[in-house]
């Protein structure tokens, strides 16, 4: 798996349309800008939230909550965990789009992808 921390957000839209299913991701599509903008656009980054959530629920938010607040969301009966979720459900498209990436590229998820594993 690509650190996700070094991409660029166009790096991170290709890697995601990717593991989405858009398989002509060529430089062609990324020039023409035919690359979903997963981090910048707040409906499409809500497209990969979904399928993050449809695969693993829980892992998707357990990723999100560590973008946001360090894994508050383990400690319910902290009074930061009303704060917690109220930023979690106005994060960026960005911030989204990176949870979703970890979910999406689990190991555990896809044990034969080769292009994710990196086998």
Do not use: W
């Amino acid at each position: 798996m690509i650190d996700m921390l070094d991409m660029t957000n166009e790096h991170l839209n290709i890697q995601l349309a990717k593991i989405m299913g858009n398989v002509k991701m060529d430089v062609a599509a990324v020039f023409y800008g035919h690359v979903p903008q997963y981090c910048t656009n707040p409906f499409a980054s809500l497209e990969v939230q979904a399928r993050a959530i449809e695969l693993d629920a829980e892992g998707y938010v357990l990723n999100l909550s560590n973008q946001v607040a360090e894994s508050l969301l383990r400690k319910t009966t902290s009074p930061y965990y009303g704060t917690l979720v109220s930023r979690m459900l106005n994060v960026s498209p960005r911030e989204r789009a990176e949870a979703a990436y970890m979910t999406l590229s689990s190991k555990d998820l896809h044990p034969l992808r080769e292009d994710i594993n990196g086998d």
